[in-house]
Each structure stands twice: as C-alpha cells, then as structure tokens.
C-alpha cells in the first residue's frame, strides 16, 4: 500500500503563506490523481485541490487563485502553496492518491494529516 507523509503544516496569520508537502513511498505518479483534503472541525472533509497523472488540475472555489497544486515526479511529491491564508483555511489538510482500476474498484490512500492554522 503507497505511504503518504505530510509536512509543512503550522501557525500563520491571516494573508500569510504555508506550502504543504507529501512524499510518497513509491512511484505512483503514472497511475495516481494526488489531491489535498481538508477536515475543518464541525465540517465535512472536503476536496482542496487534485492533480492528475496528466497534470491537469482542480480547485474547491473557495482557495481557487489562492492554492496552487504541484508534483515533482522525480521525487514522488505533490505540494500545496497556499497564499493569502484566511481563518476559514484552518483545518487538518490530507494528502490523498487515488487509483481508479475500474468504475466499480478505485483505492484510495491518505497520509496522516497536517494541521494548518490561521489566526491572529
């Protein structure tokens, strides 16, 4: 089963700056959409933003033109540079990898999570 390790999580201020990273344990970039989720408390997890194996990519509304996916093949890391930080960002962000095998057999994996706080 593909680990997944997130870093980069931490404290900032409203209109500051984090970049989330996630290392995968194999090279899973040729068949794997990597995505970012987010778990804010009293809310449900929602999907942040993903990358393809084709690199195309897509954003929740609410952090499009603020978060930007990205992956390093060679490093089997995808990573979220978020900007403009609002309180409403704050939340434990997961790193995912979903495979899709067949419309009914798809795996997904998650990463341990990273709290990401915004506050003043």
């Known amino acids: 089963q593909v680990q997944l390790v997130e870093s980069g999580g931490g404290f900032v201020q409203p209109g500051g700056s984090l970049r989330l990273s996630c290392a995968a344990s194999e090279n899973i970039f040729s068949m794997y959409t990597m995505g970012w989720y987010r778990h804010a408390p009293g809310k449900q997890r929602e999907l942040v933003a993903s990358i393809t194996t084709s690199g195309t990519t897509n954003y929740a509304d609410s952090v499009k033109g603020r978060f930007t996916i990205s992956r390093d093949n060679a490093k089997n890391a995808v990573y979220l540079q978020m900007n403009s930080l609002k309180p409403e960002d704050t939340a434990v962000y997961y790193c995912?990898?979903?495979?899709?095998?067949?419309?009914?057999?798809?795996?997904?994996?998650w990463g341990q999570g990273t709290q990401v706080t915004v506050s003043s």
């Open positions: 995912n990898a979903r495979r899709v095998y067949s419309s009914t057999f798809i795996t997904n994996n």
